[in-house]
C-alpha cells in the first residue's frame, strides 16, 4: 500500500498539473471505484462538471482536491493497495484498469487506475480539526511527521499512552499518520529499536528518537519518489520511485544488516511481515 512518500510525491504531480484546470467532465466505469460516495456514481459526476480546482492537499495517506467555487466540500482520494493518479493527453491508450477519468480544459485527462480496486473517489463535506480544514473522513487522522504543525511532544504523550507495540503505535493512523509497514521498519532500524517492544514503557527521549527517525526516512524516501516493487505505484506520469534501492532492512530477510553485517531476519507482525537486525534491534524478553 502507498505510504506517505508515494502519496505526497502524487499529491506534488497532482498540484503542478491541477491546479486552475477545469474539470469537463467525468466518466465512471467500476462502481467500486465510488462505492464511498453513496449517491453514486452519476451525482459524483455532476458534482465534479465544470469546477476549478484549486488546491491538492494531504494529511497521512489521503488526498483530496479543493475547487475554487467550493469552500464546503472536498474530492477525496484514497489509493488503497493499487491506485495510480495519472495525468494523460487524452490521445494516449487507456489504461486497462483506468475506472474513473476526468477530462480537463487542457486537453489532459486525470485517471484513477486502480488494478484491485480497494482505493476510490467520494465527494465530502469539510470540517475544522485541530486548527485544520480536512474532509470529514480524514476528520479521524492525525498529522504526519513532515506536517508543519505536526507536535512531536504531543506524539511522544500519545505512543506512550498506547499500552502495546512500538511498531503498532507506529502504525496507528489516529496516533501519527503515514507511516506503513515499509517506513515502520527503516526507522525503528535506524532508531536501533525493535518494534515488539512496548510503548508505554520507552523514555521520551527514546521515543522523540524514534520519531526523528521516521521524519528523516520520510524525507529520504520522498526523495527519491517514494518506494516501488513492481508497477502498481507510479507518480503521476507514470514513473516509478527508487528508494527500494536505499532500504536497510525492509525485504532484505538473510541479508546482511548494512550496519552490523548480522543476517536480517524476518518475523510475522499483525499478519504482515516485520524485518529487523538481530544485533542491532535484540528483541524484547518474552
Known sequence: MPELPEVETVRRGLQAHLVDR??????????????RHEPGAADLAARLAGRRVASVQRRGKFLWLTFADETDSALVVHLGMSGQMLVQPAARPMER??????DLD??????????RTFGGWSYTDLVEVDGSVVPTTVSHIARDPIDPRFDPTATVDALRAKRTEVKRALLDQTVVSGIGNIYADEALWRAKLHGMRRADVQTRPRLRAVLEA??????????????SFDSLYVNVN????YFDRSLAVYGRTEQPCPRCGAPIRRERFMNRSSHSCPRCQPRPAR
Open 214 to 227: 521516521v521524519r528523516a526516512v520520510l524525507d529520504d524516501a520522498l526523495a527519491a519518489g517514494g518506494t
Open 22 to 35: 477545469t474539470i469537463t467532465r467525468v466518466r465512471v466505469s467500476h462502481p467500486r471505484s465510488v462505492r
Open 238 to 241: 507514470g514513473e516509478s520511485g
Open 106 to 115: 487542457s486537453g489532459d485527462q486525470l485517471r484513477f487506475v486502480d488494478q
Open 97 to 102: 484498469h483506468a475506472h474513473i477519468v476526468a
